[in-house]
């Protein structure tokens, strides 16, 4: 045996010679191994050739490597090559069979799990992506999702409603206690977010207040990304609580619960299928599904044109898990159902808008959304950034308000443009507090469909543009109230003969604008010393002056309905234009006290104008 | 492709081996040429010309020197001729980015434009094959080899799949007589699977799991003392698992086609001394480097100095060889240093004075240090990690024990039992037990399960 091989030390033989140093009944075992060997992969070719299985739902790595497939198919740089790899492994019937067991074994016995999955204490399995991220995304989640959503609220509030939020935290957060030792998933996110949609004056319920006291396993399933029963009815109840008015108990309602296997859909980021049954064998708890006991109460709530006044917008953790029900019990009145399973931040509210065109919107959004799609918002992901777009486009019917040409200097512009152009406001053009008070009526003309983007220092927005005439209105959301440029970006080109109209207008209503009285307060500075009540929620200051100062600064102080100091403030170096638009948003129903001017400006004007409504 | 991958276990590998034993004995150097060119060009069909060019340059090198010796001539013009395609494209494909870079990083010291470059990608394996051709060329100049008679056996030893993208470096002379006639047994293909298996799973089972450490250590900003241990450790079982296992698998197919591919790893850790660790590591390249380049340059024949200087050259050279980086020279550099201190001492290992246990576990932790510039992303990187190692740490982890689990704990203790306990997979397979077959052929079945269930992981040694 030693001269078929080369041993260490050992110099390197023929090919041939004596084969006598094995025992026999170890070369029968060899033998048998090389048999065996060549049927277990011959067997698993023929089987997966012939008799392969279709891909099931495919989610982590999977659904990655299923997407990079699609994306890329390419025979010089090898990802056609990648892609038939991908195609053959996924589509493996043996694989499909076998890898549940082994993944089962390995979770059960190892606590070992993919690298999309943190295995915690006693068998809890966690997203990695919804436990670790960057510190810069975290930050960039903050101010995006704040200004994301006071641009949301604003267009809700022309529609007539209020938009009442729901950050759900994430798993890693609410359940701590149940992560590996060691690892932080940084809980100051979710409290930097709640403080950042308060500070904007977004009505916020925050529901780690809502579930103090309450264990892991009452506020999140174990091996599930959702929500436990109890930890929704503790949010329900906490609704209820700090929104009184919400309840009215004009209807008798009451859910029947059935017991269910504990949802463990994370099982299939190991591996492990629902559908496979070795499932049963790793999951063991139960959960209970809810529904109404009166029959039809589903159906009634369902209908978007039965005038509801409640509606809870959100996502899989709304849809698939009864909270509409639960509030609507809670609350003894219907709520109108809709969540959105699969869709990302905003999303929901983009179906939603949809559903009610034309219908008169609720009186009260509740919007529920998992804190993890805050930080793929600052991870500038691509689904996102449609979304949004999507809301904002399904709602262009709002009412607006050009905002005048001479003000902004021409800004106004009509152009025809080139594959791939850009169409931007320079820096110091556009100036308001970034959330929305200031938008684009974007008109786009084409005989194809066409892909757009709008790009500031906030989130992009992007949407796409029917072919003949279609208008869309898109808030412009900034990080910060300083001017910055404003771009437009063609994506994929809209051909010749296209023409793209953009228009500057607001959703505050200039032409009724009450002029508040300013005093000098000293070189170049002016205040406005009235105390004002604030009539409506979404108001804006509007700020108007003569000439090129260098830099202007506004700071308009005030309270809020609950009594709370706010500060606006806004400081534009270089300004182009001759308005400024911030809005009063975070004052809620209080009011301002006053508003300080700075800058080299002649004679300032300040006004307050408040919301246009569509109803 | 990978040869843990689904489509070379499950189409690849039975495609082949079908091809190979049905068609005519005459046809089978072609089958495996013609089956290597699709097993290299599968992720990039154009390297596959790369291929060709070496393989044509150095055939017709090869018969030029034949010819020029038939006329007494001596044939260093194809020495040179080939040196130079092999080199050249060894230069342009591995080193061009490392040059351009480190020139971009003095111009911009000198407040210099940089220059604008297309980045290079590193076709696999380029690094093994044009040392290949190259050692025919230049044994085939020395008298060591007979140039090819045939062309079907030269591309076939040029293009070889098993070995070609990680070694072991197979020398033309070992293989001549093996491309013209070798034998296939049913013995000589089972030992072949069963060191085919044991290398999957040391590849499989044990390098992937000590890599979840090793890639946390290294990729994080701060770790602890420990951590940083822990890393420099898993990584140095990663490498030697990964790259002992490759060896493992190539020399287990070339037995399944009747080849004998030469022994690439001795237990080098546990050697007593760095002059023996090389003895024991990469052995075809070790052996490679000592005699197509410390042996030319003079060897220890021309006086003390120039033999420490044909030390450190060689072993610059052959950090270099490993990467176009830094870090790799500073690895050549660090592994020169030490052969030379142990040369300079006098005796055949510089801690001889030492118990034997003693001596390994100093040169177990020399070779650990090795690992860490070989390793890191950066000299920035390597230094961070080695003062972590001496303590110098912001007292920040990594986390690296957050998510430790048993199967890493298990490797932890199974890794040294099979470096320091277990005889070489060649050394199992020249005289099997049966329960060293079963064994092996039970960690193939898991390695399977495994490789359904996870991403498959490149060998490490594919980026050199």
Redesign the interface.
């Known amino acids: 045996m030693d001269n078929l091989i080369q041993t260490p030390g050992g110099g390197l033989g023929g090919g041939s010679g004596s084969e006598g140093s094995m025992r026999s009944f170890t070369r029968t075992l060899a033998t048998i191994v090389l048999v065996l060997s060549g049927l277990v992969l011959v067997g698993t070719a023929v089987v997966d050739c012939f008799f392969p299985k279709e891909i099931g739902r495919p989610v982590g790595q999977e659904a990655r490597d299923i997407a990079e497939a699609k994306r890329n198919r390419r025979l010089r740089d090898g990802s056609l090559a990648k892609g038939f790899e991908t195609r053959l492994r996924l589509r493996s019937r043996v694989r499909q069979s076998l890898a549940p067991y082994w993944s089962a074994v390995l979770l059960k016995t190892f606590n070992v799990v993919p690298s999309d999955l943190i295995a915690g204490k006693e068998g809890w399995l966690f997203l990695r992506d919804r436990v670790i991220s960057l510190k810069s995304t975290r930050r960039k989640a903050v101010v995006f999702t704040g200004g994301s959503l006071a641009a949301i609220h604003r267009r809700l509030g022309i529609f007539g409603s209020e938009l009442i939020i729901m950050p759900v935290p994430r798993k890693s957060v609410a359940c701590a206690s149940m992560l590996p030792d060691g690892l932080n998933p940084h809980p100051e996110f979710e409290r930097d977010l709640v403080q950042e949609l308060r500070a904007r004056g977004l009505f916020t319920i925050d529901a780690e207040e809502a579930w103090e006291g309450l264990p892991p396993h009452d506020r999140y399933l174990r091996m599930d990304s959702h929500w436990a029963n109890q930890g929704i009815k503790s949010l329900a109840d906490a609704v209820a609580e700090i929104r009184p008015e919400l309840v009215t108990g004009e209807l008798e309602l009451s859910l029947r619960e059935r017991a269910i296997r504990e949802p463990a859909r994370l099982l299939s980021f190991a591996a492990i299928p629902s559908d496979h049954p070795v499932y049963r064998w790793v999951i063991g708890g139960e959960s209970h599904s809810l529904s109404f006991k009166q029959k039809g109460a589903d159906n009634a709530m369902k209908d978007p044109s039965s005038n509801h006044d409640v509606a809870i917008v959100g996502s899989s953790f709304t849809k698939n898990f009864s909270f509409a029900r639960i509030l609507a019990v809670r609350f003894g009145r219907p709520v109108y159902p809709g969540g959105l399973q699969a869709t990302p931040f905003a999303g929901s509210l983009a179906g939603f808008a949809t559903k009610f065109s034309g219908i008169p919107y609720p009186e009260y959004i509740l919007y529920e959304f998992p804190t993890h799609q805050g930080i793929q918002l600052g991870a500038g992901n691509g689904s996102v950034r449609r979304s949004l777009g999507s809301f904002f486009s399904a709602t262009s019917d709002a009412a607006i308000i050009p905002v005048p040409v001479e003000l902004l200097r021409a800004a106004n512009v009509a152009k025809k443009l080139g594959r791939g152009s850009k169409l931007a406001f320079a820096s110091g053009v556009l100036l308001s507090t970034g959330d929305g008070v200031l938008q684009l009526r974007i008109r786009v003309a084409a005989d194809a469909k066409s892909k757009w983007e709008l790009r500031s220092t906030g989130p992009a927005l992007a949407w796409t543009s029917g072919s003949g005439v279609e208008d869309v209105v898109i808030p412009i959301i900034q990080t910060e109230a300083t001017g910055q440029p404003v771009r437009l970006v063609d994506l994929e080109g809209i051909g010749e003969g296209a023409v793209v109209e953009v228009e500057v207008v607001t959703d505050v209503d200039l032409s009724n604008a009450v002029e508040l009285p300013l005093d000098d307060a000293g070189p170049n500075a002016y205040v406005s010393a009235a105390h004002r009540d604030l009539s409506g929620p979404n108001g804006a200051a509007v700020v108007q002056w003569e000439g090129r100062p260098q830099a202007i600064r506004i700071v308009i102080a005030g309270v809020d309905a609950e009594g709370n100091t706010k500060r606006i403030e806004a400081a534009f170096a270089k300004p182009q234009s001759q308005v400024a638009l911030l809005s009063l948003t975070p004052l809620g129903l209080g009011s301002v006290d006053s508003i300080r001017i700075e800058g080299d400006m002649g004679s300032p004007k300040v006004s307050l104008a408040s919301q246009l409504s569509n109803r | 492709m990978l040869l843990t991958?689904?489509?070379f276990?499950?189409?690849f590998?039975?495609l082949f081996l079908g091809a190979y034993y049905l068609l005519p004995k005459a046809w089978r150097s072609w089958v495996i040429a013609a089956a290597s060119y699709i097993f290299y060009g599968?992720?990039?069909?154009?390297f596959v010309l790369l291929m060709w060019v070496s393989t044509v340059v150095d055939y017709s090198c090869g018969k030029g020197i034949g010819r020029d010796r038939g006329r007494g001539d001596s044939g260093r013009r194809f020495v040179v001729l080939s040196c130079i395609s092999n080199l050249g494209l060894l230069a342009y494909f591995k080193y061009a980015n490392f040059g351009i870079e480190s020139l971009n990083s003095i111009l911009a010291s000198m407040g210099q434009d940089s220059i604008s470059w297309t980045a290079v990608v590193l076709p696999v394996g380029i690094s093994f094959y044009t040392f290949q051709t190259l050692s025919y060329t230049i044994d085939v100049f020395r008298g060591d080899a007979e140039p090819a008679s045939s062309f079907r056996d030269f591309a076939c030893y040029v293009s070889m799949f098993p070995q070609l993208v990680a070694g072991p470096i197979v020398r033309y002379r070992?293989v001549e007589?093996?491309l013209r006639?070798?034998?296939h047994?049913?013995?000589?293909?089972?030992?072949g699977?069963?060191?085919f298996?044991a290398g999957m799973a040391k590849k499989i089972l044990l390098a992937d799991t000590f890599a979840v450490a090793a890639d946390a250590g290294f990729g994080a900003s701060s770790l602890s003392t420990v951590e940083a241990w822990v890393a420099a450790l898993s990584y140095t079982f990663q490498i030697y698992f990964d790259f002992s296992g490759y060896s493992d698998m190539a020399?287990g197919l070339g037995?399944l086609i009747?080849?004998?591919?030469?022994?690439n790893f001795?237990?080098p850790y546990i050697s007593r001394s760095i002059s023996e660790f090389w003895r024991?590591w990469h052995i075809s390249l070790s052996s490679f480097l000592r005699d197509y380049l410390y042996v030319p340059l003079g060897g220890n024949r021309k006086g003390s100095v120039r033999t420490y200087v044909n030390l450190a050259l060689t072993m610059l050279l052959g950090g270099l060889w490993h990467g176009a980086a830094w870090t790799f020279v500073a690895w050549g550099a660090y592994q020169g240093f030490w052969l030379i201190l142990e040369r300079l001492s006098g005796k055949r290992t510089l801690l001889g004075v030492l118990p034997g246990f003693a001596q390994n576990l100093v040169t177990f932790v020399l070779v650990i240090f090795g690992w860490v510039l070989f390793r890191a992303e950066s000299m920035g990187d390597a230094m961070r990690i080695f003062g972590t190692m001496f303590g110098v740490s912001d007292g920040a982890?990594a986390?690296l024990?957050?998510?430790w689990?048993?199967?890493q704990s298990?490797t932890f203790v199974v890794g040294p039992l099979v470096v320091w306990k277990f005889r070489?997979t060649?050394?199992h397979?020249?005289?099997?037990?049966?329960w060293w077959?079963?064994t092996?052929?039970v960690l193939?079945?898991?390695s399977?399960?495994?490789l359904?269930?996870?991403?498959n992981i490149p060998f490490l040694y594919f980026q050199f």
């Open positions: 991958s689904y489509v276990l499950y189409g590998l039975p599968w992720w990039r069909p154009d070992s007589g093996q006639e070798r034998t047994t049913l013995q000589k293909s089972a030992i699977v069963l060191i298996h020399i037995l009747g080849f004998q591919f030469p022994v001795n237990r024991r982890t986390g024990f957050a998510e689990n048993l199967l298990i070489t060649q050394e397979a020249a005289s099997p037990r049966a077959v079963a092996v052929f193939f079945l898991v399977l399960l495994h359904h269930r996870a991403d």
